[in-house]
Nanobody, 128 residues
């Protein structure tokens, strides 16, 4: 069973940056598409970005376009989410999720249905 581990969450001031990491110790992430999701208290889980297994296909939610960048380093078996110009509304638990399907290119409703493996999440808090 693929197990995902997120790291990098923290408390940061508005306008600051964080880089989240998603790893799968003992497994090869290169064959999986990865999505980054977030969920704030009382809100629906939202996919903020996704990347295909090859890295050729990438999507961003409108709310993070131009501020967040997803990337993968298959040599390090890690997927990253670089978050810049953070806003208080970015505060949430961030999860990475993996799939062997083309869930970044194909629109599932909700997007979370396209992912089969989930990490435990990492807290991002943006506050002064």
């Amino acid at each position: 069973q693929l197990q995902l581990v997120e790291s990098g969450g923290d408390l940061v001031q508005p306008g600051g940056s964080l880089r989240l990491s998603c790893a799968a110790p003992g497994f090869t992430l290169a064959s999986y598409g990865i999505g980054w999701f977030r969920q704030a208290p009382g809100k629906e889980r939202e996919r903020v970005s996704c990347i295909s297994s090859s890295g050729a296909y990438i999507r961003y939610a409108d709310s993070v376009k131009g501020r967040f960048t997803i990337s993968r380093d298959n040599a390090k078996n890690t997927v990253y989410l670089q978050m810049n110009s953070l806003k208080p509304e970015d505060t949430a638990v961030y999860y990475c999720a993996a799939t062997s399907r083309s869930s970044c290119r194909i629109a599932y409703t909700p997007p979370a249905r396209g992912y089969d493996y989930w990490g435990q999440g990492t807290q991002v808090t943006v506050s002064s």
